[in-house]
T-cell receptor, first 114, second 113 residues
Framework: DTGVSQDPRHKITKRGQNVTFRCDPISEHNRLYWYRQTLGQGPEFLTYFQNEAQLEKSRLLSDRFSAERPKGSFSTLEIQRTEQGDSAMYLC????????????FGPGTRLTVL | EDQVTQSPEALRLQEGESSSLNCSYTVSGLRGLFWYRQDPGKGPEFLFTLYSAGEEKEKERLKATLTKKESFLHITAPKPEDSATYLCAVQGHSGGSNYKLTFGKGTLLTVNP
């Protein structure tokens, strides 16, 4: 495994439905991050984990969003009752303590809410 | 709150025409400044990390420099395959948040053959 992987790559859903995305970090990376990117903007931080502990959440992360990282390996991001404003690219990144905290990004999941 | 402003928003160059991209930032205690390249529909690809003013790093046709207020990404003799959006991000000691990246909007670089 040479990089961060995300699944699915694309998701189309109807407003009000729930969706879940998965991220598999680079092996042995202890930190995992979620960002959201809309067209013409840079990525915006949502939340981050160190091992299995969720240590920080952005104000962007409303009550409809929840993230988990069981056993400190892969992570899931769930959006409940999706809204059209949730349409965006959801990016996952991982880093390893001691290597300058350089974050390596996955290919992203493109969400379209109809 | 950390802020990053990138300029220009878009830059069109001829192959071989060197230029620079600018990243101005404000941050409470800089931990690192990062440059990424992003191709359409893909995730950002890491290029450089700079930690302190005066630091420089190079990779092929790219060179990144850092001052206390801004960073430059110099592109020497660019090729069409250098066309992409270049993102700048800072990581700072802000309100207890030490690890999140704050990104600019990016500079869309187009290199014509």
């Amino acid at each position: 495994d040479t990089g961060v992987s995300q699944d699915p790559r694309h998701k189309i859903t109807k407003r009000g439905q729930n969706v879940t995305f998965r991220c598999d970090p680079i092996s042995e990376h202890n930190r995992l991050y979620w960002y959201r990117q809309t067209l013409g903007q840079g990525p915006e931080f949502l939340t981050y984990f160190q091992n299995e502990a969720q240590l920080e959440k952005s104000r962007l992360l409303s009550d409809r969003f929840s993230a988990e990282r069981p056993k400190g390996s892969f992570s899931t991001l769930e959006i409940q009752r999706t809204e059209q404003g949730d349409s965006a690219m959801y990016l996952c990144a991982s880093s390893l303590t001691g290597l300058g905290d350089t974050q390596y990004f996955g290919p992203g999941t493109r969400l379209t809410v109809l | 709150e950390d802020q990053v402003t990138q300029s220009p928003e878009a830059l069109r160059l001829q192959e071989g025409e060197s230029s620079s991209l600018n990243c101005s930032y404000t941050v409470s205690g800089l931990r690192g400044l990062f440059w990424y390249r992003q191709d359409p529909g893909k995730g950002p690809e890491f290029l450089f990390t700079l930690y302190s003013a005066g630091e420089e790093k190079e990779k092929e046709r790219l060179k990144a420099t850092l001052t206390k207020k801004e960073s430059f990404l110099h592109i020497t003799a660019p090729k069409p395959e250098d066309s992409a959006t270049y993102l700048c991000a800072v990581q700072g000691h802000s309100g207890g948040s030490n690890y999140k990246l704050t990104f600019g909007k990016g500079t869309l670089l187009t290199v014509n053959p």
